[in-house]
Each structure stands twice: as structure tokens, then as C-alpha cells.
């Protein structure tokens, strides 16, 4: 099986989130080592809760976007996958996947999202 460089966003952001969650636990689990001061222990375990909120916070956005992002059946799997973006991967098997007719067929490159460097290309190709 070819190795794919690019993760599908939503998947992607969705593992940060989840990342976050045990950031948190092992900073708390951290500051048990620092019982015998109580501030550092208050300020681990606080970091630790900041931590997690972050996480909510970002599983909040994650729903937020996959309400916005396009549904659509992947043409390799076949299976129904989200994307976000102009460029995205299939969430099932990592296939490039384009709304942007112009970029079909074209090589995957992640900077088609950034909308400044795509308008830049432009300009230059129509020169
Ligand atoms: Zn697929």
C-alpha cells in the first residue's frame, strides 16, 4: 500500500483534540509528584483542566466544521467522507479529493487551501 502523506482534516484536528485530553491527564498526573507543594500541584492540575477544556473547545469547533464542510462519496472507496477546504482527504483511505474543478488531476499540495498563494499562481500563469 502507498504511504500518503496527507490526513483528512477533520481526522486530523479530531486527533489534536484527543492528544489535548492526554496532554491534560499527564500534566495532573505530573503535579501528584509535586504534592508536597501545594501551589506547583494547584498549577499543574490547573494547566491539566486547561488542557482539557482546550480539547472541548476544540470538539466543539470539530462539530461546528463538519456541520460546514461538504459531504461527499469518495471516488476511490466509495464511502461518504467530509472535507474542508478546496483539497482534502478521504477520511477512509486517504485519497486527494478536490471541489475545484481547476485543480483536478493535479499533484496534492496542502498550500491550494491558502487562498493568497493560489491567487498569486494565478496572476502569474495569466502573464
Ligand atoms: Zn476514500
Redesign the pocket.
Known amino acids: 500500500m502507498i504511504v500518503k502523506p496527507y490526513k483528512n482534516k477533520i481526522n486530523r484536528i479530531r486527533s489534536f483534540a484527543l492528544s489535548l485530553i492526554f496532554i491534560g491527564v499527564v500534566i495532573m498526573y505530573a503535579g501528584i509528584f509535586f504534592r508536597s507543594n501545594e501551589i506547583v500541584m494547584l498549577i499543574f492540575m490547573f494547566l491539566g483542566v486547561l488542557a482539557i477544556i482546550a480539547s472541548t473547545i476544540v470538539y466543539a469547533w470539530i462539530g461546528s466544521l463538519s456541520t460546514k464542510a461538504a459531504q461527499i462519496i ?1 471516488p ?2 466509495g ?1 461518504q ?1 467530509k472535507m474542508l477546504g478546496r483539497v482534502d482527504m ?1 477520511g ?4 486527494p479529493l478536490t471541489l475545484d474543478p481547476s485543480l483536478e488531476g493535479k499533484e496534492f499540495d496542502e498550500s491550494y487551501n491558502r487562498r493568497s498563494k493560489t491567487n498569486k499562481q494565478a496572476k502569474s500563469e495569466t502573464k
Open positions: 469518495c476511490n472507496c464511502k467522507t478521504c477512509h483511505c486517504r485519497e
